[in-house]
């Protein structure tokens, strides 16, 4: 590949846990290209979480590493900014507030205020949250909070986005344009984007790769597909073409043939209690058809 942006390298990664190491991820290579728009799909609890906060540098991987032009990552960065699901916006503070947070993290002493206060209204702009700027978290829907969290991201210019289930808590219409959104933001700003989504449809809308992870333990990259799709995307329009039903099963087969959950069986309830650190609860979610959500 021409462009060695985002380079995943042998990423394998061990949690200790109380029965021992736990191995959730194992030789997991990746090479993004700037501006490419990625997706990472696969059952609840296979580790795309963990992929996910090792680029952003808050778990360390055992073996391997990541290296973002040229440097490693080894520690998180403004550089590389976190949308998470559960908008993680301070509720003290109104949507300009959290926002403007970020703005002077990164950009103290290089814009001035008048230039900060611009900059901070911009990015709300993008995500059309201007007119309510000045209402606190508790005042705002989740769709709303959600905006604000893209905005604080796009904020800090990073050259990567890492969003993590970001439209899951939502309803399918708030869903459909936020995801209008960021495909808008996206053709604008080149971003590198890599989100995590349970939602086949979703995948293939926005993204030029969808990256199909094994399930866990030492889950790895199952399949790559490219997805080669026109931009701009119109989902209407998509709906009714064959290269787009194409791509979406091609998603689905390989989460419900070729990675059909074991715990789809009754030992699910057994696996769901052997403590391997966070995924108790989740593992209960595992058989929810989440990716016929939307
Ligand atoms: N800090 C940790 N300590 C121990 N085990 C962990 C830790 N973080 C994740 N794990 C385990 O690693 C595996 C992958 O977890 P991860 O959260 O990455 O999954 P996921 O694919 O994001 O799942 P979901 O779709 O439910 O969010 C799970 O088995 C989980 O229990
Ligand atoms: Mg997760």
């Not at 109380?18 to 290579?29: I, R, T």
């Not at 604008?188 to 790769?209: C, K």
Request: proline share 4%; hydrophobic share 40%.
């Amino acid at each position: 590949m021409s462009n060695e942006h985002l380079l995943l390298s042998q990423v394998s990664i061990e949690f200790p846990t109380d029965n021992g190491p736990f191995k959730a991820l194992d030789s997991v290579n990746l090479t993004i290209d700037k501006g490419e728009f990625v997706s990472l799909i696969g059952h609840s609890g296979c580790g795309k979480s963990t992929v996910l906060n090792i680029v952003a540098g808050l778990y360390e991987a055992t073996t391997g590493g990541v290296i973002l032009d040229g440097k490693e990552v080894n520690e998180p960065g403004p550089e590389r900014a976190v949308v998470f699901q559960n908008h993680s916006l301070l509720p003290w503070l109104t949507a300009y507030e959290n926002v403007e947070l970020a703005v002077k993290t990164v950009f103290k002493g290089k814009k001035s205020k008048r230039e900060m206060d611009e900059w901070i209204r911009h990015n709300l702009e993008l995500v059309h949250m201007e007119h309510a700027m000045d209402k606190r978290p508790s005042e705002i829907s989740g769709g709303m909070k959600q905006r604000v969290g893209i905005a604080r991201a796009l904020a800090m210019e990073p050259k990567v986005l890492l969003m993590d289930e970001p439209f899951g808590a939502l309803d399918a219409l708030t869903r459909a344009h936020l995801q209008d959104s960021i495909m808008e933001i996206h053709a604008d700003l080149g971003n590198t984007v890599i989100m995590i989504t349970h939602d086949v449809d979703e995948a293939v809308l926005l993204s030029d790769r969808i990256v199909m992870m094994t399930n866990g333990p030492a889950a790895t990259i199952g399949e790559v597909l490219n997805v080669e799709l026109e931009r701009p995307r119109n989902r209407l329009e998509l709906a009714d073409q064959p290269e787009y039903n194409h791509y979406r099963s091609e998603v689905l087969k390989f989460l419900y043939e070729r990675q059909r959950r074991p715990e789809d069986s009754a030992a699910k309830t057994e696996s769901a209690q052997e403590g391997s650190g966070s995924s108790g609860g989740k593992e209960e979610e595992a058989t929810a058809p989440e990716t016929e959500a939307a």
